[in-house]
């Protein structure tokens, strides 16, 4: 179901930081909510305003608020360390010490937090482009948190620094299985939020569904 409004967005983050009051006790999810599959996402795609992609004037991270507090003193940051992780462990300040991470975009793994970046699936600059310029400041941070879909990774760090702000038009995950899941993820988090995509990167998205 398309999401149009930040008050279904809102609430569904809400949800979810509820249902995180208590994850740190639980096994790891290793990976955020699926999206749907390769025949829906088909379906999206071809439902997706295409035009060409705006400027970026007026652009600033500091426009989508992100890595807030999500439960007690845990940002987004380390609920999805957490989540995504195997045998986490935690200091007082929620700061993940140890674990594992296998990065699902090499097949990388890490045993340091601090060689893991949070990926926003769709960078936050593609998303000013794609029509984030004009929502809300509260629309863009739930954007910029969204633990209920696709949208938050923890990948190898130097991975998502030549990923950037590139759509899939100009940059695919390394490893080459989990393209199909990347396109999925990319036309689920565009979709939800009603943003654009360039023709370049249409046929991309279509590329990479023809390997799932």
């Known amino acids: 179901m398309k999401i149009t409004g930040i008050t279904a967005v809102t609430i569904s983050a809400l949800t979810a930081a509820a249902s995180l009051a208590a994850p740190f006790a639980s096994a790891a999810l290793a990976a955020p909510p699926p999206p749907p599959g390769a025949s829906e996402a088909s379906q999206h795609l071809a439902g997706l305003t295409v035009e060409a992609e705006g400027s970026l004037t007026g652009y600033s991270r500091e426009k989508f608020p992100h890595w807030i507090t999500q439960s007690g003193t845990c940002n987004t940051r380390e609920v999805v360390l957490k989540r995504d992780g195997t045998d986490v462990k935690t200091d007082a300040s929620c700061a993940a010490v140890s674990g594992t991470w296998k990065s699902p975009y090499d ?38 948190n969204d633990l209920t879909s696709s949208q938050l990774w923890a990948v190898t760090d130097n991975v998502n620094q030549a990923k950037g702000d590139k759509d899939p038009a100009k940059w695919s995950p390394p490893l080459s299985s989990f393209r199909c899941m990347y396109a999925r993820s990319w036309i689920d988090v565009k979709y939800r939020y009603g943003l654009t995509i360039d023709s370049a990167e249409k046929t991309a998205l279509s590329g990479m569904l023809g390997t799932c």
């Open 107 to 144: 097949g990388a793994t890490w045993t340091k937090a601090s060689d893991i970046d949070i990926d926003h699936m769709v960078p936050l600059a593609e998303a000013w482009r794609s029509g984030a310029s004009a929502w809300t400041t509260s629309r863009r941070q739930a954007f910029a």
